[in-house]
């Protein structure tokens, strides 16, 4: 059976304006502020749902062959968070490039992509992450830039999504999860979707944001 799925980004503020402004100005800034036109990507997909409540159920559930134009849709628990549907993929191919988004993170999160780094596990990677990072999370902050700054750049911006999209020798993909990059006990939603359009559609939103703060390989 195929359906068939729109993803869309409807009246996305222009964030390459983001400036961290008092909450008490911002309608009157908004007022003020470009919006992009509507923007969708349709695909044909096969999709499979499975439900997990370990990190090991998660990678026995989702498979080890991914093909072309699948969607693996899942609802998990326990000690799932947004990494363990990296691991998913890592464990089929190494990446040339990924890029992940996320409003926070936890310093084992940071420590665990500087180990796939140093591995060769991934090879570039750009993090977006939300305003409240730098501030509320200094220590991990500052250990992600000194991680990431030889093999990308970190934006910062008014960010909430929770996404992940690179490639490696054998398939493009986009993850998209409702938890941030941290273990949560809570139910959590997750999708990885096989293809290079899906890839396409994440990269090209990221790489046009222009947040505060940004920091990029020189």
Known sequence: MTVKIKLKRASVTDLTNNTQEPIEKK???LKKIRTKPAEAYVRKQKNIYRRAFSETQLL?????????DESYHCLTGGD??????????????????????TWCMAMDDVLQFEEWIKSGKIKKLDAFVGEIFKGSY?????????????????????NHSKVFAGYGDKFHFGIETSANINTNPRTE????????????????????IKGFGTTKKS
């Open 138 to 158: 200094y220590t991990e902050y500052t250990r992600l830039k000194e991680i990431i700054e030889p093999v990308g750049k970190i934006v910062m911006f008014r």
């Open 27 to 29: 309608d009157a800034a």
């Open 189 to 208: 939603n997750g999708c990885i979707t096989i293809g290079k359009g899906i890839f396409d559609f994440y990269y090209d939103f990221y790489q046009g």
């Open 80 to 101: 799932v968070d947004a990494l363990s549907f990296l691991k998913v993929v890592l464990r089929q191919q190494d990446l040339d490039y990924c890029l992940f988004s």
């Open 60 to 68: 026995d559930a989702v498979g080890i062959n991914f093909e072309e």
